[in-house]
């Protein structure tokens, strides 16, 4: 589809606007604002960052395919593209375990929440959030450089997906499946657990309240961290399963599902915040009243 590929580099390149100004925003406000010095909004700052890091390494290389017509990658930069892709996907993936775990302390601990999410609790998190996604993805780029291409170079997909690569390969690939499965279960397959456990006891909390108006409220607080879970882990789970059991599906729904993937969550987890967060949203109003409030008045 080289001839429309300028026609596809609008929805690319609108999505990677939006998720530019909108994580970069809520970064902004997050930052300067003291009052939002939370945990709660601590966290969204680091999934803001990983989405921010998660595009970044794939659509500006996407969007010269399709501008400039630049199809080729060296064998370095396609390894470094599939690290980082990866790694701050799993990172992504642990922060919306620990943001789970701030709900769930929230509604069920919520007489010892500030003692039990400290800055440092938080701080830690975001390290083990770096660590657990680099170290969990760094034996993948040497597991691929061991392997021989001796058929076709050409990656069917706008980026270098892993299994992509790793089909490619003439060679055993079986490490290499082997590994990209069982680092996938250790991801998604845990933290979806944990997630879902956690909404257990928040459910089981919150049924307990005798107050309708109490349980409206402590539901309300969990709304736009369950819209982000299905947002980004829908179309993660589609393009896994897709690639490992999908022998059938068309490969253009192998494509669409992978540039899902990393497009959207992005784009749509700022949007969710800040339609659903009150604190956000307020702060978001008062910037751009403060924005046109500075104008200068020109009279004739």
């Known amino acids: 589809m080289e001839d429309k590929h300028r026609w ?20 902004f406000i ?18 803001a960052l990983t989405d921010l890091g998660m595009s970044t390494t794939t659509i500006p290389k996407v969007l010269c395919i399709f501008w400039c017509g630049s199809g080729h990658i060296s064998a370095s930069a396609c390894l470094a593209q599939m690290f980082f892709i990866h790694a701050f996907c799993m ?6 375990l620990a943001m789970a775990f701030d709900r769930y302390v929230a509604i069920c601990h919520p007489l010892r929440y500030a003692t039990i999410l400290t800055d440092t609790i938080i701080a830690r998190i975001g390290v083990v959030a770096m660590v657990r996604g680099s170290m969990l993805m760094l034996p993948c780029p040497f597991l ?5 291409f001796c058929q076709s170079h050409v990656i069917p997909h706008t980026y270098c997906e892993h299994m992509a690569v790793v089909k490619l390969a003439c ?25 879902g456990l956690s909404y257990v006891f928040i459910a089981r909390a ?10 409206s ?31 059938h599906v068309p490969l253009h729904i192998h494509i669409l599902l992978a540039n899902v993937y990393l497009l959207f969550p992005p784009a749509l987890n700022p949007m969710v915040y800040g339609v659903k967060t009150k604190e956000i949203r307020e702060r978001v109003v008062r910037v751009f009243q403060r924005g ?6 020109v009279s004739e």
């Open 292 to 297: 046109q409030g500075t104008g200068v008045k």
């Open 171 to 195: 060679g055993d690939t079986r490490p290499n499946r082997v590994y990209g499965l069982t680092a996938a279960l250790l991801v998604i397959g845990v933290d979806l657990f944990c997630i």
């Open 144 to 148: 691929i450089g061991r392997l021989s």
């Open 91 to 96: 990172m992504e993936s642990t922060v919306l």
């Open 30 to 47: 997050i930052c300067t604002e003291r009052s939002l010095h939370k945990p709660m909004f601590l966290l969204l700052c680091m999934l």
């Open 8 to 27: 596809i580099s609008i929805p690319f390149s609108s999505m990677y606007f939006v998720t530019i100004l909108g994580n970069c925003t809520i970064i």
């Open 217 to 247: 409220k402590a539901l309300g607080t969990c709304g736009s961290h369950v819209c982000v879970i299905l947002i980004s882990y829908t179309p993660a789970l589609f393009s896994f399963f897709t690639h490992r059991f999908g022998h």
């Open 206 to 215: 919150v049924l307990r309240l005798s107050s309708r108006e109490a349980r």
